[in-house]
């Protein structure tokens, strides 16, 4: 079946270091979605890249889309604590029936 | 602001109990799904549904089951519950189509002792 796999698995960064997730699938994705789960939550749409290249910013975040469809990767720059918690990303094949989630990235943020 | 319920958020019962996890969704999603998270690992796509009447078992294979009577919800059932079924379950829900965002529930905690 379609593998979506997330590296690293953990993250530990000071506060205001940048922080990077990528995620890479099998096969070519119809889009991409990216959910962060904060500690003891439930986890939260953040973002859906469709397009081929696509970049998007919500503020310190960067989220990117490969040119073949394949990868992703989300960029926090200056890490703060309230970045805490765990980021996955969520992939659907085109003939997909249901998004596919990496294992997810857990970053924690220390002062 | 999601409009999806799940009930009981905490629950604690003994070994060989039947329990039922609610999930209501009051946003008309067609798709509606269970996931199986246990602390800081990933999730489990345990079963979903695209509508009244359509239950599929997920990627991972479950020992629960699941109906869909009524679009707006999603009832999840362990007939005897073990141990090993201590886990956080999420439901979730989407309207359809390519790339709807998920909306999820803020989960069930269910251990079983």
């Known amino acids: 079946g379609q593998q979506v796999m997330q590296i690293p698995q953990y993250q530990h960064v000071q506060e205001g270091e940048d922080f990077t997730t990528y995620c890479n699938s099998s096969t070519t994705l119809s889009n991409i979605q990216w959910y962060k789960q904060r500690p003891g939550g439930h986890p939260v749409f953040l973002i859906q890249?469709?397009?081929?290249?696509e970049v998007k910013k919500q503020k310190r975040l960067t989220f990117q889309f490969g040119e073949a469809k394949k990868n992703s990767s989300l960029h926090i720059t200056a890490t703060q604590t309230t970045d805490v918690g765990t980021y996955f990303c969520a992939g659907k094949k085109h003939s997909g029936y249901a998004l596919n989630f990496g294992k997810g990235t857990s970053l924690l943020v220390t002062p | 602001e999601a409009d999806i319920y799940q009930t009981p958020r905490y629950l604690v019962i003994g070994t060989g109990k039947k329990i039922t996890l609610e999930c209501s969704q009051t946003m008309g999603h067609d798709k509606m799904y269970w996931y199986q998270q246990d602390p800081g690992m990933e999730l489990h796509l345990i079963h979903y549904s695209y509508g009244v009447n359509s239950t599929e078992k997920g990627d991972l294979s479950s020992e629960s089951t699941v109906s869909r009577i009524r679009t707006e919800h999603f009832p999840l059932t362990l007939e005897s519950a073990r141990p090993s079924h201590t886990s956080q379950y999420l439901c979730?829900?989407?309207?359809?189509?390519?790339?709807?965002?998920?909306?999820f529930g803020e989960g069930s905690w269910l251990t079983v002792v």
């Open positions: 979730a829900s989407t309207r359809g189509g390519s790339g709807n965002t998920i909306y």
């Open positions: 890249l469709v397009k081929s290249g």
